[in-house]
């Protein structure tokens, strides 16, 4: 079996790093299309910041390298929970007011 080589990759000390907590996903037979969104309060246009195209085997290690890390981090930090019934964006900008019980107005 061939021996598998680690490559050296090298990030620029100017790389600025971004925080994205939408995603748009899309695919041609060709390729797939992920564009990165930081959504914030009051924003009601925001700009994709991030596009990445993939072919569609590089999505699919990708994908397995996702589940790897995943798992990964749940055996050491427990699992992740997503809620259920709202929407990521609720949870993610819902007031943190804790006098208001959850789901509250």
């Known amino acids: 079996m061939a021996e598998i080589k680690r ?4 990030i620029p000390e100017d790389l600025e790093p971004r925080y994205v907590n939408l995603a748009y996903i899309s695919h041609t037979a060709a390729e797939f299309i992920m564009d990165f969104v930081s959504m914030l309060p009051g924003v009601t246009n925001p700009k ?5 195209v993939l ?3 590089a999505m699919k290690l990708l994908q ?3 589940n790897d890390n995943v798992k990964r981090y749940e055996d050491t930090f427990g699992e992740i929970k997503v809620p259920h019934g709202t929407s990521l964006a609720d949870e993610l900008f819902r ?3 804790p006098n208001k019980p959850e789901g509250g107005k």
Do not use: C, E, H, Y
Not at 7 to 10: A, C, F, N, P, T
């Open 95 to 97: 007031g943190n007011d």
């Open 48 to 52: 994709v910041n991030t596009r990445l």
């Open 7 to 10: 490559i050296q990759v090298q």
């Open 55 to 57: 072919s569609p085997l």
């Open 64 to 66: 397995g390298a996702f």
